[in-house]
């Protein structure tokens, strides 16, 4: 059973950078597809990115030229550098991986994330 726990949230000013880092534990972690989403208060959970086992990316629109992601296979983590924050990335962003071994996608807790302008 996959676990997943983010850490690296926080309050950050407009234009300022967070790096949003994810553990996980198991042992499939290196062929699991892992994505980073997140939810606005009163709005629906988004995709924000997304890293294949061969480290192929995708990113929503977005996010895209502003935001990075990227995975460590030996130490298990999957990271989310934010830079260029603006008021609307304020949410909570959830680590997420899905196996396509088992067909289950595992969530976090999330961390919470606020711009402020």
């Known amino acids: 059973q996959v676990q997943l726990v983010e850490s690296g949230g926080g309050l950050v000013q407009v234009g300022g950078s967070l790096r949003l880092s994810c553990a996980a534990s198991?042992?499939?972690?290196?062929?699991?597809?892992m994505d980073w989403y997140r939810q606005a208060p009163g709005k629906q959970r988004e995709l924000v990115a997304t890293?294949?086992?061969?480290?192929?990316?995708a990113y929503a629109d977005s996010a895209k030229g502003r935001f990075t992601i990227s995975r460590d296979n030996a130490k298990s983590m999957v990271y989310l550098q934010m830079d260029s924050l603006k008021p609307e990335d304020t949410a909570l962003y959830y680590c997420?991986?899905?196996?396509?071994?088992?067909?289950?996608?595992?969530w976090g807790q999330g961390t919470q994330v606020t711009v402020s302008s």
């Open positions: 997420s991986s899905y196996s396509g071994v088992t067909f289950s996608r595992t």
């Open positions: 890293i294949f086992s061969d480290g192929t990316t």
């Open positions: 198991g042992s499939k972690f290196s062929r699991s597809v």
